[in-house]
């Protein structure tokens, strides 16, 4: 039995091997020093990612978000500290740490002036999402520069870079930095600056440990002090980083099991046959139920209201507003009432255009047949007309008889008389 456990042990270790795939340690030290530095063509690459992760959080595109952070060249600083710190290289440290800095002052510039002039200022839900950092950022940062130092330090590399850079996500955070330095939105800013923040130290702490397993040479070995030191800072550091996250963590975990102990709680206590709940939302410590239908009677809420303990609802009041509570209820039913009308208006307005448009279509099409008889008749080489929309512009397909080829002025003369027949100077006219 002991064998047996120790082949499975041994052949695990074998699967599990990293350093019989280990990258030549100066290839990719020179590597990751060529991807530290910001100049040039790596500055305007930074600068046009910026502006599209920008444009995706503005208009709430994720294609053109993981785009942008395809795009976006700024993990090189990140990685190269990470390594700087594994190989005992401060030269590369330095330049890690001052070209990172360059990095993020130039995107949170690029996206303040994009969101500064940009005519759409309201916060999409993409943009929101950077807004409250949490511990599950933070095991996402870890285990994507985890992935992504193995990807740079192992031949076998794959598509694991790409899969990093959505994965981590570092050009969000930026912009939405950005926007909240344009529209003074404090909050935005911190807490995106934050999760950057948490973004380019634990991937930078997953590179770190990667050179270490993988048994990197260290270029300046320091002394048992030095090296208890590091290990302090390091520790330090991430546990300050990972605190606030750690907060909202809570709040997040403790807002969700709130939210679920009143769902269970109207269900079992509240809810009955005839009667349907409208609405239920907490003001105050008051737990305010809006329902209608059956009535509730006092004596139910009253019996409600005693269990609210046994849902974890200890120390809030419980408000049921009915069908009796006429002026609460009115209240909310001419909201209902707004909301309905408002959205009937936007139908209508949709309907209004769809119907524009299907007179648009039956319009050209009868254009398109007599276009096609006049031009037949008007131009011999010509076989076949047809005009039609194309993402919402007139566009004329010309089929033409192959011989005698037809001059290229008589073509001229063709388009011209097209675009005067279809009265639309903006015609497009493809030749077949």
């Known amino acids: 039995m002991k064998i047996n456990i120790r082949n499975i042990l041994r052949n695990l270790k074998q699967y599990f091997n990293l350093l019989s795939d280990k990258e030549d340690e ?3 030290v020179e590597q990751v020093s060529a991807g530290v530095v910001f100049r040039g063509t790596n500055l305007w690459i930074l600068i046009f990612a910026i502006l599209i992760a920008s444009l995706g ?24 500290m990470g390594l700087a710190v594994g190989i005992g290289d401060f030269d590369l440290l330095k330049r890690a740490l001052k070209n990172y800095g360059i990095a993020t002052i130039i995107s949170i510039v690029t996206a303040t002036v ?60 930026l912009c939405t930095a950005g926007y909240g330095l344009a529209t003074a939105q404090w909050s935005y800013f911190f807490g995106a600056f934050y999760l950057f923040f948490i973004n380019t130290v634990f991937i930078a702490l997953s590179t770190f440990l990667g050179v270490k397993l993988l048994k990197f040479h260290t270029i300046n070995s320091p002394t048992p002090d030095r090296m208890r030191y590091g290990r302090r800072v390091i520790t330090i ?43 239920t939302h907490v003001d105050h410590d008051t737990l305010r139920v809006v329902a209608v239908g059956r ?41 209902l009432t707004r909301t309905a009308d408002a959205e009937k208006k936007r139908l209508k307005v949709e309907n209004e255009i769809l119907q524009h448009q299907v007179d648009a279509y039956a319009q050209v099409d009868t254009l398109s047949h007599r ?25 004329a397909i010309v089929d033409i008889k192959e011989t005698p080829p037809m001059p290229e002025a008589e073509r001229t003369r063709l388009k011209e008389w097209l675009v005067a027949r279809v009265e639309d100077k903006h015609l497009q006219i493809l030749f077949r």
Request: hydrophobic residues 50%; proline residues 5%.
């Open 371 to 395: 276009v096609d008889v006049e031009a037949r008749l008007v131009f011999p080489q010509v076989k076949q007309v047809m005009v039609g929309y194309i993402d919402g512009k007139k566009i």
């Open 114 to 173: 994009y969101f500064f002039i940009s005519p759409l200022g309201e916060a999409r839900s993409e943009l929101l999402a950077r807004t409250s950092p949490s511990l599950f950022d933070v095991l996402i940062a870890f285990c994507g520069g985890a992935a992504g130092v193995l990807a740079l330090t192992t031949k076998s590399k794959g598509q694991v870079i790409p899969g990093v850079a959505i994965a981590t996500a570092l050009m969000p955070p």
């Open 295 to 335: 009535m509730i009677t006092d004596d139910e809420v009253a019996d409600a209201r005693s269990r609210m303990g046994y849902y974890k609802l200890k120390g809030h009041g419980l408000s049921v507003i009915q069908g009796s509570d006429n002026a609460t209820m009115a209240a909310y039913l001419d909201n």
């Open 26 to 28: 100066r290839q990719v």
């Open 57 to 80: 959080l503005n208009v709430n595109s994720t294609a053109v978000i993981i785009g942008a952070m395809l795009v976006s060249p700024l993990m090189g600083p990140i990685i190269g």
């Open 237 to 279: 550091i991430v546990i300050v980083t990972m605190l606030p996250a750690a907060v909202m963590t809570w709040n997040i975990v403790k807002k969700n099991i709130f939210d679920r102990n009143v769902a269970s709680f109207v269900a079992h206590e509240l809810a009955q046959s005839g009667t349907q709940i409208l609405s």
